[in-house]
């Protein structure tokens, strides 16, 4: 089973549901906190010193709540602990969990004015409830807990990061461990949540009920492709047409071309403008030409029977040529049965010229990408990530990439329909969507080139194998290649030196 991940009011309506089951409140956040102290302690025994100080900081909900019991059971093990609190806010839960820590023999600090250093600082100033902009003064808070020395721990998730967008509040709690209670929660692995949330570990305290409803999931990390049988050639695995290449941007269909290769591709096509011929084959003499310039309506019906899948968009360029290009290959390439990635200058023109997409279509944009295909300002992508991708596919139909930290892959699944369960035809199953969350790449990656690198890398695997790999299972070889590249370092990873990294990850 996938790692699920969730909206909090998800999350909050199953703990509705157990309370209404006579499942005691008072008693989960006691279980919670239990369960904290429990992980806590595994990893500061690691260190073998009882004498570590903690400070426990806590606001005004429930969260703080578990700060509380999470302070007393420490105490109970032999840690120096304090707690740090705001005034009380009108929580019946957390008034009691308060009156437990006082009666442990807690001191409680009000504010947030340390009076020594830390070995540990825990958060549990705000849960997942958490969706305005933070104060002044609470931002100042968050600011001064962050820049003190010591280990971070967060409680279910950092204080000032939205659950759900991953957005910072403007600021937030910067944990090197999350514990995140009853279940993953979207925010803490997309957009600024990979920043904040550190090492995330959750903490399943009830029973899931038939009501919860994952929003996603976690993309496995573990990706085995199928082994080539020995009597192969190169017509077995795929001939890839990579389109694209204005006159004065010849790269990006070198990389993308190049990482059809590495990945596993037979034969790779790159139509582009002929001036970059020769820079093609000296550096991959293997790759075949065509002339953009020269192919008619004809000529390119002809060659799309010739391959397996088309990578279209990379390097095409904005001006008039372009949109020349675009329009003359557009409506053959989505008329085709071909597997198809859209990247780059081609979802620039598909905005401008919008149109559904076919089945096995592939759209890879980055966010200011996923913004003029929806009309709107890349930072309302950015502050809904999992809205943003669900807009585009429902506009555009496709599968579609939401490129960038914690990558979202929308993919169309089919499953059986629950009232003929014994149908087995494709044709009679129903279609639904499926997000997932990548978690793997690095901040290195954040270079020119790379997405061409990953729609080469998306052409290719889907070349060879159509539907056996799905497209968040190629993501995630991408993002397992740029950390292999990165191993050395993030700062200076170039995207014309993943080839090898990307030869190494589809081989393991």
């Not at 009691?96 to 807690?106: D, M, P, V």
């Not at 997942?128 to 104060?135: D, H, K, P, Q, V």
């Not at 059809?260 to 037979?266: I, Q, S």
């Not at 970059?276 to 002809?302: C, F, G, K, T, Y």
Request: hydrophobic share 45%; net charge negative.
């Amino acid at each position: 089973m996938h790692s699920q991940v969730y909206h909090s009011r998800d999350i909050r309506a199953w703990e509705q549901r157990w309370f209404a089951q006579q499942n005691s409140a008072y008693g989960l956040m006691q279980q919670a906190a239990w369960a904290i102290t429990q992980r806590m302690m595994a990893k500061l025994d690691i260190q073998n010193n009882k004498d570590l100080k903690i400070a426990v900081c806590c606001g005004q909900g429930n969260n703080a709540g578990d700060g509380y019991l999470l302070a007393k059971y420490l105490t109970q093990h032999g840690y120096d602990v304090e707690i740090y609190a705001a005034e009380l806010g009108a929580s019946a839960l957390l008034m009691q969990a308060k009156h437990e820590a006082q009666q442990a023999g807690l001191t409680i600090h009000t504010g947030f004015d340390f009076l020594r250093s830390y070995d540990v600082y825990v958060d549990a100033l705000f849960g997942i409830g958490l969706n305005r902009t933070l104060s002044d003064e609470w931002q100042a808070i968050i600011q001064n807990i962050n820049v003190q020395s010591g280990l971070k721990i967060a409680i279910d998730i950092p204080s000032g990061l939205d659950a759900n967008t991953g957005q910072t509040l403007p600021i937030a709690f910067k944990a090197d461990y999350t514990l995140t209670i009853l279940g993953l929660k979207i925010g803490l692995f997309t957009a600024q949540g990979k920043e904040y949330a550190g090492k995330i570990e959750i903490l399943s305290l009830i029973p899931q009920d038939a009501a919860l409803k994952a929003l996603a999931q976690l993309s496995p990390t573990n990706i085995e492709l199928p082994k080539r049988q020995a009597f192969g050639h190169k017509g077995s695995y795929g001939h890839v047409l990579i389109v694209g290449g204005h006159a004065e941007m010849g790269g990006a269909v070198i990389l993308a071309a190049e990482a059809a290769f590495h990945a596993g591709a037979g034969k790779v096509t790159v139509a582009c403008h002929a001036k970059h011929h020769s820079a093609i084959l000296s550096r991959a003499p293997n790759i075949m030409l065509r002339d953009i310039d020269a192919l008619s309506s004809s000529d390119i019906d002809v060659l799309l029977e010739q391959v397996d899948a088309v990578s279209f968009g990379m390097g095409l360029g904005r001006d008039a040529w372009a949109e020349q290009m675009y329009l003359k290959w557009f409506d053959q390439i989505n008329s085709s049965n071909l597997e198809v990635v859209l990247d780059a200058d081609a979802l620039w023109f598909l905005a401008l010229n919008p149109s559904m997409l076919k089945l096995k279509t592939y759209a890879t944009p980055h966010p200011g990408e996923a913004a003029k295909l929806l009309g709107i300002r890349t930072q309302d992508i950015e502050l809904d990530r999992v809205a943003a991708i669900q807009r585009l596919k429902q506009h555009y139909a496709g599968e579609w990439v939401l490129k960038g930290a914690g990558s979202l892959i929308l993919e169309e699944i089919l499953i059986k329909d629950k009232l003929l369960p014994n149908i087995q035809s494709e044709k009679e199953m129903l279609p639904q969507n499926q997000l997932w969350v990548c978690t793997l790449g690095n901040a290195g990656m954040a270079t020119g080139g790379m997405g061409d690198v990953l729609s080469g890398m998306i052409a290719s695997l889907k070349a060879q194998f159509q539907a056996q790999i799905q497209l968040h299972q190629i993501v995630t070889l991408h993002g397992l290649a740029g950390d292999e590249l990165a191993k050395g370092g993030m700062r200076g990873v170039q995207a014309q030196h993943m080839s090898e990294a990307i030869y190494q990850v589809v081989n393991r």
